[in-house]
């Protein structure tokens, strides 16, 4: 057997493990835990401390908390490092209840004493044990037993157990619908160009990655720079146009934005070699030339949103080193350019993590959306697998569906090689932020872009963390606007005006002004009650020329003839 057949062999037996380990390498998982084990057991004295002695005093503290009277005065307020705050509830002051919650969190306080700050162990591996021990911990949380959850047990006592053969028929459903690749119960009602995605336009450019949407105006005159937006093609574009009340898109036509977005295509197992200067060319690239034609040669405004937003940063330096002087500005929401903070995420991005999804994804020629899926839900167990299952299987009740959770359940896959690129280049070895990334083979530095800058981070993102995105300021020498929003990843940036309880943090800096620590931005940084959209409107009409009529939809010399409606034919592909 030839060293071809051999490399064969060994990814496709990888992708088969990757099937049950969601895409965890058990190869990384071993190796921090060996390296925790080994320092851990280094260390005697300390070893028989926390393995024998602290359990015994953290029990004891739970026992005497538990018996404590409860101030009458509303809920508990819940402890920050609480693993899983559903414990804050009023039900569960009563006893037994309080047992079992204060039971947990001596438990997972002597976890973290357990598995953090041990002497020797690489940070790297110290982070991997420290989050695989708390999401161990986190099943075991007497929040999802129906024996130690106080409101399952007197929903039970109730109906009689109704609700407990109501959730297993729930189960089923779901598990048939997970076997036939069906999206979740209650997705159908979200189709988008029916119920979502409604924002009316013409696809005006379509080619084998993506389709350009342009969108129709609302208002009489326009302000004559065009907006791009670039949207993240790890989740389809209509994050950026759900139901009409909380579409950025139409918010930004209804203001007086002549808008396009890009909507990508969902790859297959014959797009394997797009790369990610494929994405630029036929992506970014492609889009700009056509919504530049069709103003008539103005300016862009371009927008770019996760993924999309790592894209256009990439671009705009890359057309700041080529002199090419088309933006007119650049905003980035929720995108990281310096990738040595990337958050939990970045804990299972080492070199044997990178090696066996480049294995799962070279079977396969991609990466499936479910497989991606696994990482995020781990990270956020408590939200998105641990709270859904007590309310559907365990109380028996379907949650209402709402237009972000079927959007989410519509995921799409990654190319082979972009997801590879993408993964070592940038998460990886952060060439972006080193100045050793290269587009067209030569490198660009983000230090290039001269353009202002409005950017956009999420106090709760665990995808792409604020201080990561703030990171911006240190590549960058050209006007900034920061703004940072309640909310997280994606709820953040879905922060329409009427939204309830939303605020913001804004600070500008000029381009030759000294750089601001985080902290210190959060101290300087005005607040500001209600939606952070209108703060964008006025930052990009501000830096737009007068009013006039709206351009053309399309423009047929150039070759943008108007090809179907919005939303398109790439969205709708599963």
């Known amino acids: 057997m030839d060293s071809n057949s051999d490399t064969t062999l060994d990814r496709m037996l990888h992708a088969q493990l990757a099937e049950l380990t969601k895409g965890i390498s ?87 004493e357990l598995t953090e700050a041990v002497p020797g162990v690489e940070r790297h591996h110290e982070q991997v044990v420290s989050i695989s021990a708390r ?25 009689g157990g109704m609700n407990l053969l109501q959730g297993a028929w729930n189960w089923m459903e779901d598990l048939q619908r997970s076997r036939d690749h069906l999206p979740p119960k209650g997705a159908e009602a979200f189709v988008p160009g029916r119920e979502v995605a409604l ?104 927008l770019g949103y996760c993924l999309g937003g790592t894209l256009l940063a990439i671009g705009a330096a890359a057309m700041a080193r080529d002199h090419d002087d088309r933006l007119a500005t650049v905003t980035l929401l929720a995108a990281q350019t310096d990738f040595t903070e990337p958050g939990e995420l970045g804990l299972f991005m080492d070199e044997s993590q990178l090696s066996f999804i480049e294995d799962m994804m070279a079977r396969q020629g991609f990466l499936k959306a479910e497989q991606m899926a696994g990482a995020f839900n781990l990270l956020r167990a408590v939200d998105r697998i641990w709270s859904p299952m007590v309310q559907n299987y365990l109380l028996g009740e379907r949650g209402p569906f709402t237009d972000l959770m079927a959007w989410n359940a519509d995921g799409t896959r990654m190319p082979y090689r972009m997801h590879a690129d993408y993964l070592r280049s940038l998460f990886h070895d952060n060439e972006l932020a080193r100045g050793r990334y290269c587009v067209n083979g030569r490198s660009v530095s983000l230090r290039d872009i001269d353009v202002p800058i409005f950017a956009v981070g999420t106090w709760t993102d665990n995808v792409a963390p604020w201080r990561s995105v703030y990171k911006l ?57 209600g939606s952070w959209w209108p703060a964008l409107q006025r930052w990009l009409a501000d830096r737009s020329g007068p009013r006039r009529k709206p351009p053309r939809k399309g423009h047929a010399r150039q ?15 599963r």
């Open 26 to 112: 058990p190869a990384a998982l071993i190796q921090a835990w060996s390296d925790w084990a080994l320092h851990l057991a280094a260390q005697p004295a300390r070893s028989a401390q926390l393995l024998m002695v602290r359990p015994l005093m953290r029990a004891a503290e739970a026992a005497l908390q538990a018996f404590q009277p409860l101030p009458s005065h509303g809920p508990r307020t819940p402890d920050p490092h609480e693993d899983d705050p559903r414990l804050a509830d009023p039900s569960w002051d009563a006893w037994p209840f309080s047992v079992y919650r204060q039971a947990f969190r001596a438990g997972g306080q002597w976890l973290r």
């Open 135 to 159: 999401q161990l911990h986190g099943m075991c949380s007497p929040a999802n037993s129906p024996a130690t959850h106080p409101l399952v047990l007197q929903r039970t006592l109730a109906s």
């Open 199 to 302: 924002t009316p336009g013409k696809v005006v450019l379509r080619n084998r990655l993506m389709e350009l949407i342009q969108y129709t105006p609302t208002t009489a005159t326009v302000h004559p720079e065009p907006v791009l937006m670039v949207s993240a093609w790890i989740m389809k574009y209509y994050i950026l146009d759900l139901s009409q009340r909380n579409s950025l898109i139409r918010y930004l036509v209804d203001q007086g934005h002549t808008v396009s977005v890009i909507s990508w295509k969902n790859p297959d197992a014959e797009d394997r070699d797009l790369g990610m200067n494929d994405y630029l060319a036929q992506g970014l690239m492609a889009s700009l030339d056509a919504v530049s034609a069709i103003s008539g040669g103005q300016r862009v405004h371009a």
């Open 473 to 529: 300021n240190l590549l960058c020498d050209t006007e900034i606007c920061f703004v940072l929003t309640d909310g997280g990843h994606n709820g953040g940036i879905l922060s329409e005006p009427g939204h309830a309880h939303r605020h913001y943090r804004v600070l500008q800096r000029a381009g030759d002004a000294a750089y601001v620590p985080p902290d210190t931005y959060v101290a300087r940084a005005e607040r500001v009650e």
């Open 559 to 573: 070759g943008y003839l108007p090809i179907c409606d919005a939303p398109g034919t790439y969205v709708l592909v």
